[in-house]
């Protein structure tokens, strides 16, 4: 054990810096265990239990490494099982617990069942990172897009999000409180005259249920918050983008002038499910490179 580990844990026997000092003995002791697990590490959800739908690929990828970095227990739940195993693989190499766990997060029972995967397999669940999303190639206008379209993107970017938390509640109740996070869109705030409305209408529709599951649970010390992401250099996005021109057509109105990454929105959801934002709740953390602030952006 190093001497730093050593002074740590004497420093936690004596009860003012009792939790600071156990992080950080957990990291230095850490570093026997797995190297790249503790260098950074500062254990915001040490401890804890995350489900992160959409987890194998993008925004929840990213968070799934990140939380597992910061001390979290993982389940990784996707509809592709390849993708979800992948991810939990990369947290188990660098020394975190992940499970993988295959999901359709619009199907209700697959989604009570990966709740209670959580529990069988971690005793609890703190955080629910409801991430999972599609944008379909043919949404479009009101007149143009498909009942088909409609529906789906409403099952899987609305209803998927309902399940998440309702499942994930009652979890949380057992587990004494805990954060959801519900991943909306900066065009939950902005129209485009490049309209998907079938997507745009159910990321409006996240931010009002996250805003009325908050205020009903607040006082059960669970939290439910929004990470609203701007245009990002995802898969999700850049399978549209696939031109110079279709690219600027976007880039233009982002004051940053470029894309966002996904491990930039994936701090924005570390902080939304730690306690570092414990007096948040009902509210959203708009991570957009500028864009909803903007009316005309630098040349
Ligand atoms: N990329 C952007 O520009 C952008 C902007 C704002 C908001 N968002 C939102 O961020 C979230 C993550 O997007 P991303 O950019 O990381 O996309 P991504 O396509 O890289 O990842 C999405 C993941 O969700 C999974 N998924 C899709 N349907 C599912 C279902 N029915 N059940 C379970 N898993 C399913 C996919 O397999 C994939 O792994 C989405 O909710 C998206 O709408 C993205």
Known sequence: MSMFAKLALRCAATAPCQQI???????????????????????????????????????????????????????VADLSEEGAAAT????????????????????????????????????????MFNNAGIMMSSDDDAVNTSEEVIDKTLAVNVKGVLNGCKYSIPAMRRAGGGSIVNTASFVSFMGAATPQVAYTASKGAVLALTRELAVVHARENIRVNNLCPGPLRTELLMKFLDTEEKKHR??????????????????????????????????????????????????
Not at 54 to 73: C, Q, V, W
Not at 93 to 98: P, T
Not at 258 to 278: I, V
């Open 21 to 75: 000092a156990q992080s950080y003995a957990c990291a230095a002791i850490g570093t026997f265990a797995s190297r790249s697990l503790s260098t950074d590490t500062s254990g915001r959800l040490q401890g804890k239990v995350s489900i992160i739908t959409g987890g194998a690929s993008g925004i929840g990828r990213e968070a799934a490494l990140l939380f597992a970095r910061e001390g979290s227990k993982i389940v």
């Open 250 to 299: 976007r880039l233009v109105h982002v004051p940053m002038g470029r894309f966002g990454e996904a491990a930039e929105m994936a701090k924005g959801a570390l902080f939304l499910a730690s306690d570092d934002s414990s007096y948040m709740t009902g509210n959203n953390l708009l991570l957009d490179g500028g864009i909803t602030a903007a009316y005309v952006t630098p040349e």
């Open 88 to 127: 939990a693989k990369e947290v188990q190499a660098m020394g975190g617990s992940a499970i993988a766990v295959k999901v359709d997060v619009a199907v209700e029972a697959e989604v009570a069942a990966v709740v209670a995967k959580a529990e069988d397999e971690y005793g609890a669940v703190h955080v």
